[in-house]
Structure formats: C-alpha cells, structure tokens
C-alpha cells in the first residue's frame, strides 16, 4: 500500500514542500530511499526501523521504498525520519482512523532508536517559508524545537514521540501546541563606550562606522584599546528590525546554534581566532554550513590580528564585503548564505607591534612591516572603508582623563544619521550608506565647489583608486548625515580623506 505525507526541505536559509512517499509491496525485504538523499537521509532506515518496533507496532516484512519529491533537488538532513515513519504505519496499515490531519500537516523530526523525538537544525526557515507560501498549518516538531517553531506563526505542535505523533495522526490524541518562548532578556554583556576614556579619533571613526554600517580597521601597538573599542562597537549600532532579527535567528536555526530557542533581537557580535579554518570562516564543508561571516549578519564581525589569518581566509572576505552573501558548492549545486556584516578588524603595526611608540623600541626590519602589511591585500583593504591609526596609552591618559561619552548619547547620532538615510530612498528599502551602489553614490554624494580638486590631489599623493574614492564618497555622506546636513561639505570629504591611511605606500608610515 502506499502512504504519502508532507514534509520541508531546507536550501541554504529557505525551505521548500517535500513529499514523502512510502510504497510497502511484497517481495524480498528491502528499504530503498529514492529523490536524492543525502547520507544522513539514507540512514534514516536504521533509525526509523529500530524506532518502530521499540514504539510497540509492527512492521511486515516487506519491500519498501521511500520516495522524496521533487527528486531533482538533493535532500540533506535527519528531519524525514518522522514523516518516513509515520509514511510507513500507514502504508503498513498501521494506523487506524488516519484522517484529512495527514493530507494538510507537515512533519519534521529526527528518530532516536528508542522512538523519542530528536530536536533537528533549521526549522524556522523551513516554517517560515511554508508560511510564505500561503500554508498555515498544523506541523508537527520534535518537542525541543516547539519555541522556535511558534516563532514562526503558523499553527504548529510538538510531538515528545512517535508514538505520540502517531496518535495524533490516527485521531486518537493531542499534541501539545507551541507557545511563544519568553521575550527574550538583554544580555547586557556588552561594555560601554565611557569606559574608554581616550582615543577619540578612533571613537569618532566608530561613530561614523556604526552610523553608514562601514567597515573599519584599527592600526595599533599592543594595549592600545582596539579589542575594548571593538567590543563596545555593536552597544551603538541602531537596534535589529523585525525583519532583520528573523532573518539571522534563520542563520541560527540552520547551525544548530539557537539558544533556548528564542527570536535573536541583538546584533550579533562573532569573534573568530585567526587559526580558524576558510570553511568555519566563510561557510561550507562536507554538508554545507554557514560561517562566520553569516552569523555576523546584521551584526559585527571582529577580526583581531587581522595579519595573522590565513591569506585564503582573508581573500575569502573578498566575496562577503562585495556583494553581502557567500556562495558555497556542495554536491551537484550551489547554495547561498546571506552575510551583511559590520566589519572590524584590528591589527598591530608592525609584527613587534611597537613601530611608531612613542616610548618602546620597535625590532622589525622595514621588509619584516612590509610583508606583515602585505597579507592584507589591496582590492581586501580597498573594501574597508575606515582606517584608523591609534597611538599607545600612557597611563595618565587614563588616570587623569574624565569618563568617556556614553553608548547612549552616541547611539542618538547614529539612529538620526540612520534616519536620514532611510528617508533619502524613496521606495522605502533602506540602504545604508556603506551598502549604496555607484548610482546612489552619483545621485546623492554630489560634491562641493573645491572638493574635486581636493580629491584629486589627495588621489595623486596617496595613489588612491578609483574604489577608495567611492568609499571615501559613501563615508563623507555618513558624516554629513551626522551632523545633519543635506549636502556633503568640504570639510567632510577632507575628514573622509583621513580614514583611507593604509592606502599609502608603508614606507611613508
Ligand atoms: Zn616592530
């Protein structure tokens, strides 16, 4: 007999329908799984078989194949061993009073031998697409996965067991529905901006960074605040819409990583070391993950020692700060992850760290700074928009100086340069100023009376290219924007003009 029930797939962070065909015929025993499987899906027999007879049914000795449709599209994952074994009851006549319930409901779950429920990566994407679709429910989820499934608004309930999925299916039990986990707290672990009392220039650099959503590196010998300052960066970033906290709680749920299931409302803040790997960074492996840079979207990606990642980590960048997604290749396709970060990274200046101290000897050979500065490509440094150079702290500078402005006051300039930015687009979708194209930037980044020349002669001595006189255009706008004014004036281009120091040749530093 044949028995078809729903289930979702999962591409990159979007979900698609899957059907699930479970054919039992006479013949030898056998399972064959058919439509593409992954091996995870191909061992689902073992799980669903042991989960089965451990639930108390019998299963015939029969052939039995699954089929998962649509079989051109590869199918990852643990989650079809629930609607597999619910397939199989039915196909085996197991299940009496098997109603409409089984036509409409979409199942998702992993099969522990024992017949529990395993919680499975990836189902808010997988709701929220079937959602979009214009489906409303019911869907069965394991039991660890109901918060995030009420997440998703549709009329969902969660199974501890297959057993219990299974009396549901056949009318003859409840599931429990999935209620809204609590509101998520504020994890308050982020520092304050006061608490670094010096090194305004890099904190108005910050300001600006947070304001465009620009990317920004900090230069600088040991102790001199960079990771203090990095850590404080996202306490004045504008708050995470709606949309864009659904967005990265999606990343989550595909990498297993969302806590307590709960809506992720703060940006993100992600702190790889420089020994990880290009995939752990960028996205990929054997069965395809996001990385790094897409658990940073929305929020920050804080690179210390910049230099000390591997060069085909930092050339990876490349894709990310271009075009805000990676593309990773599995077997037989593509799959895109999206990753719209905030990059900081921080370096030393030198491999000593002590080039240009005012107080400590720097041991380096100008060969040993070239070569240190050099792993940052040019075309990877042209896509940072901001530089910054910070000098060493002497201990008085902290003693002596009063508290620093607060997060809070600075954050106000930022959400009103934010503002302006949202008005500027007239079909509503706001692009900030770090993510405008060249036409935007020819629209709305005119330039003042003097101001080319300037530029020009900046571009001669420096030996800017054409892409950091775009990013000095995008960060000019962003300092106009937060002293509120319409028009980019003179001395914001010069101030723009100072964050592109790297660009210069090293022996000139
Ligand atoms: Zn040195």
Not at 90 to 107: H, T
């Amino acid at each position: 007999m044949l028995a078809k029930l729903n289930s979702l797939g999962l591409k990159g962070i979007e979900g698609y329908a899957v059907g699930v065909e479970v054919d039992i015929a006479p013949g030898l025993p056998s399972y064959s799984v058919v439509g593409l499987p992954d091996a995870a899906v191909k061992e689902s027999k073992d799980r669903v078989v042991a989960a089965i007879r451990n639930s108390g049914f019998e299963l015939p000795s029969r052939r039995v194949t699954v089929n998962l449709a649509p079989a051109e599209i590869r199918k990852a994952g643990t989650h079809f061993d629930l609607p597999i074994a619910l397939g199989m009851l039915s196909a085996a006549e197991a299940l009496e009073g098997r109603g409409e319930k089984a036509a409409e409901a979409f199942f998702l779950g992993e099969l522990a031998l024992d017949g529990a429920l395993k919680p499975v990566i990836g189902v808010l994407p997988m709701l929220l697409s079937l959602k979009a679709a214009g489906h409303s429910g019911p869907v069965v989820v394991p039991a660890g996965n109901a918060g995030e499934a009420s997440l998703s608004g549709l009329d969902a309930f969660s199974a501890a067991t297959l057993s219990e999925a299974a009396a549901w299916l056949s009318g003859k039990g409840e599931l429990r529905r999935c209620l809204h986990a609590a509101p998520p707290e504020n994890s308050g672990s982020v520092g304050d901006m006061s608490e670094v009392k010096s090194q305004a220039f890099a904190k108005r650099a910050l300001e600006i960074a947070a304001a465009g959503f620009h990317n920004i590196i900090m230069v600088g010998p040991p102790g001199s605040g960079k990771s203090m300052l990095a850590k404080r960066f996202s306490s004045i970033l504008p708050p995470l819409n709606d949309e864009q906290s659904l967005e990265t709680t999606k990343i989550y749920s595909v990498c297993g990583l969302l806590s307590r299931a709960k809506l992720i409302t703060e940006r993100p803040f992600r702190e790889p070391h420089h020994t990880i790997s290009d995939a752990a960074l960028i996205g990929g492996g054997s069965s395809p993950k996001p990385g790094e840079v897409s658990l940073a979207h929305n929020g920050v990606l804080f690179l210390d020692e910049f230099p000390e990642f591997s060069r085909a980590s930092i050339e990876s960048l490349r894709e990310p700060l271009e075009s805000r997604r990676v593309t990773v290749a599995r077997v037989r396709d593509t799959v895109t992850y999206p990753a719209r970060f905030a990059l900081v990274a921080a370096m030393n200046p030198c491999p000593c760290g002590y080039l240009g101290h005012s107080s400590r000897q720097c041991s380096c050979t100008p060969l040993q700074v070239q070569k240190y500065r050099g792993r940052i490509s040019g075309p990877v440094l042209d896509r940072i928009d901001l530089h910054v150079q910070l000098a060493a702290l002497k201990y008085a500078d902290w003693s002596a100086l009063p508290e620093g402005e607060s997060s809070a006051a600075v954050r106000e300039r930022v959400l009103s340069a934010a503002r302006r930015q949202r008005e500027r687009f007239k079909d509503g979708r706001a692009v900030p100023n770090a993510l405008m194209t060249v036409r935007h930037i020819r629209e709305h980044c005119r330039l003042p009376s003097g101001a080319s020349e300037l530029l020009e002669k900046a571009m001669d001595k420096m030996g800017f290219s054409a892409r950091s006189l775009d990013k000095i255009m995008r960060v000019a706008r962003t300092i106009a924007d937060l002293e509120g004014a319409a028009d980019i004036k003179k001395e914001h281009v010069m101030e723009a003009v100072q964050y592109r120091s790297l660009d210069r040749a090293v022996e000139t530093v």
